[in-house]
């Protein structure tokens, strides 16, 4: 999900502006074998001229053909810039796949409404639930603007009425609350319908 929209992070690192594509590469290292229109043969014709002058590379996509120029000295040089690019995209792959976001995704909106459906959910896996959202609000929630937690149950909950200004004192007390949830409370079949209804009824909440 990230990695599709990580446009200001390959800015950050500098991916767009090394031109590490092929495209940017190949007209770097070399040029473009090219025809043109002969008229008196009446059909495009490709110049013969570098035939065996250069080594040629043949793009799959388009069936373009370069004549690559480049010393071995600048093509070292792409070889580590593209390896440095690797390293980058693995690093940002272990990170959104790494702690709260492995579960949750990355969260990119500034104002949130967390809706808790456990269900029938044993002991153990309560309280697994409760670590995992406990993180999130730590690691995640932490950066955002402004943040609400409701429980679906047969009597909805409420952390907030409405969605909070997010500060460490409000994660803190949102972390306490929701170790407080009794694992015993009531569910029936329509409350994570009313608890997203009462979620959406929020006018400032973006998600």
């Known amino acids: 999900q990230s990695l599709v929209s990580s446009s200001k992070w390959l800015r950050r690192y500098g991916l767009k502006r090394n031109k590490l594509s092929l495209s940017q590469i190949l ?8 025809k043109d229109y002969v ?31 480049a010393k071995k000295e600048l093509i070292l040089h792409f070889v580590d810039c593209l390896m440095g690019a690797i390293e ?25 409404v ?35 937690l409701i429980w679906a149950a047969q009597d909805l909950m409420k952390w907030q009425q409405k ?14 609350w929701l170790w407080k949830l009794d694992h015993m409370t009531a569910v029936s079949h329509t409350s994570s319908a009313e608890a997203l209804l009462e979620a959406m009824g929020d ?5």
């Open 27 to 34: 007209s770097q290292i070399g040029f473009q074998h090219r």
């Open 163 to 176: 969605c909070t200004p997010v500060s460490e004192h409000t994660v803190k007390s949102a972390v306490t």
């Open 39 to 69: 008229t008196t043969l009446g059909k495009p014709v490709a110049s013969r001229y570098a035939d065996g002058l250069f080594p040629q590379y043949k793009r799959a996509q388009d069936g373009s053909v370069y004549n690559l120029t």
């Open 203 to 207: 006018e400032a909440v973006s998600s």
């Open 88 to 112: 980058l995209y693995k690093q940002r792959m272990e990170w959104l796949t790494s702690e709260s976001r492995q579960i949750f995704g990355v969260i990119q909106e500034q104002c949130i």
């Open 114 to 148: 967390i809706v808790l459906d456990f269900g029938i959910a044993a002991p153990t896996e309560f309280d697994l639930c409760r670590d995992a959202l406990s993180m999130v609000l730590v690691e995640q929630v932490i950066r955002i603007a402004r943040f609400n």
